[in-house]
DNA sequence: CTTGACTCTGACAGCGCTGTCAGACCTTAA
DNA sequence: TTAAGGTCTGACAGCGCTGTCAGAGTCAAG
């Protein structure tokens, strides 16, 4: 399938498929006149890098896990290197959330401070 | 006192500085010969931009405060801008919290299915 | 006066996307 | 055949900072 079609299917944009490719996420085959020629495979990479992003990776981050998911199966193959980048995920996201609750406290006392009007 | 010397007092770089006055948060006076002069209350002024800025706030975010600000006390005057600023600015916390949590599901979900290997 | 430290302005770069526009080619249906 | 719509590449822009570099003027101490 083209390009704008798995845009369709997947809901991601077309610049963003390109730019998936760019950074080497995807490799679609090419028609002769030089169009990006996707198959089903393709389609799920990009459910799983859409699945990855909203785990708040960094594409080069999912790059380092599609190394190895590239397999068939619609899960993704264990892998050394993909715990301990899930695992290192999971803490930068905690990290996040605990500099979250920091910034609420620091806003919640300057509401009370000045008033709850 | 000049640039250098307000950068050590409140460990902000230079460079910030002259970004803070930039983006109209502060206004140093200038000496004849064209560096910038701060007194004290630039001094205070930083120092709220900082712990602002450590509540997740965008610069011009604090640039809304500092309107309410700009008098002498080291509290911030109740002024209503000032609370609704702020309580939009907790909700965005909030929102950016919650995100994270859904963030933290996704990916604590993968490492179950891969196994805690 | 000379030297080193400080300051000035303006501009370029990077982070990680994401949109958009330009100019040109391809494809498909009428 | 023609026109519309899809696609291609490459580049510019923006978000909100933050560092750094260049070229030039200033200040202080020796």
């Given at each position: 399938m083209k390009i704008g079609e798995l845009s369709k299917r997947t809901g991601v944009s077309i610049r963003m498929l390109r730019y998936y490719e760019a950074e080497?996420?995807?490799k679609p085959g090419r028609t002769e006149s030089g169009y990006?020629?996707?198959?089903?495979?393709e389609?799920?990479?990009?459910?799983?890098?859409?699945?990855?992003?909203?785990?708040?990776?960094?594409?080069?981050t999912i790059l380092?896990?599609?190394?190895?998911?590239?397999?068939?199966?619609?899960?993704?193959?264990?892998?050394d290197e993909l715990r301990v980048t899930l695992r290192q995920q999971i803490r930068l996201v905690e990290e996040r959330t605990e500099k979250l609750a920091q910034n609420h406290n620091v806003l919640t006392s300057f509401l009370a401070e000045i008033g709850e009007g």
């Open positions: 080497g996420l995807l990006r020629d996707y198959d089903m495979a389609v799920r990479t990009v459910e799983r890098i859409k699945l990855l992003g909203a785990g708040g990776m960094t594409l080069p380092q896990f599609l190394a190895c998911v590239r397999g068939e199966g619609p899960i993704f193959e264990p892998c």
